[in-house]
């Protein structure tokens, strides 16, 4: 996984293109590649993080390897899961970005490659206050899911 995780997205595009052609599956497959290691990386150090004391209290009130999984393991690595969606997003977001401006036929990304060539700054800016909107939008739903998820975290405010 470290090898994997080593390479570096971006240089995958010319590999993408060859094997997936022009269009919307290029961009997945690298915004795919590119999202997973952020949330793997986060989610198995959150699990590794969850304190022994409450894997013992589950053993002592008789929860099986199932029951531990179910309610102690995954509630205490859904706040690092969760930073690593947060991450995980920003990463989409700039290979989202860098693919459709090389290898795409529409999209935002095309648009403004479009208004490059006849110096359009209005469309690029209008594009890049796009990416951002949606950016935030897409951080805000995490955000949204971090309050829901995480009630039972004494003082967590759901913030910043």
Sequence with gaps: ?????????????????????????????????????????????????????????????????????????????????????RFALTGAWLIMIVAERLNATDGIGYLMNQAQSWYRTDIIVLGLLIYGVLGLAADGIVRLLERRLLVWRRGFEGGA
């Design 1 to 85: 996984m470290q090898v994997l995780r080593a390479l570096p997205v971006l240089g995958l595009l010319p590999l993408v293109i060859i094997w997936f052609g022009v269009g919307e599956a290029p961009k997945i497959a690298l915004v795919a590649f590119g999202t997973a290691f952020p949330v793997y990386v986060n989610t198995y150090t959150a699990i590794r993080g969850v304190d022994n004391r409450l894997v013992e209290s589950g053993r002592t009130v008789g929860l099986g390897h199932f029951g531990l999984v179910r309610h102690v393991i995954l509630p205490g690595a859904v706040p690092g899961f969760l930073v690593g969606l």
